[in-house]
């Protein structure tokens, strides 16, 4: 039931910002947490961000802390990224995830996945 579809990645110059989509369907906001990873050329699937729904508790990896900020509307069932100062190393797969339960942050705790967006910066 639960569907996850990313949008809003692209092609930027390092220091610019995008904001990146998800819209959620099946998505119940109070027994789910969502999350964004991102995968590199060559590197595993890591964590990004994620939030809960209801309570709006956010969590950061420090890659990305004080320039990524993640946020949801429950009433459209949308969950976005807002990436600011964009570094080379932030090139990645930029995908949606949804957890049931509490908010986790590893990849294999994650029930449902979006088919990701492609971010690229620019040096």
């Known amino acids: 039931q639960v569907q996850l579809v990313e949008s809003g990645g692209g092609l930027v110059q390092a220091g610019g910002s995008l904001r990146l989509s998800c819209a959620a369907s099946?998505?119940?906001?109070?027994?789910?947490?969502m999350g964004w990873f991102r995968q590199g050329p060559g590197k595993e699937r890591e964590f990004v961000a994620a939030?809960?729904?209801?309570?709006?508790?956010?969590y950061y990896a420090d890659s990305v802390k004080g320039r990524f900020t993640i946020s949801r509307d429950n009433a459209k069932n949308m969950v976005y990224l807002q990436m600011n100062t964009l570094k080379p190393e932030d090139t990645a797969v930029y995908y949606c995830a949804a957890k049931i339960g509490a908010v986790g942050l590893g990849a294999n705790e994650y029930d449902y996945w979006g088919q990701g967006t492609q971010v690229t910066v620019s040096s």
């Open positions: 939030i809960r729904w209801i309570a709006g508790m956010s």
């Open positions: 099946g998505v119940t906001y109070r027994s789910y947490g």
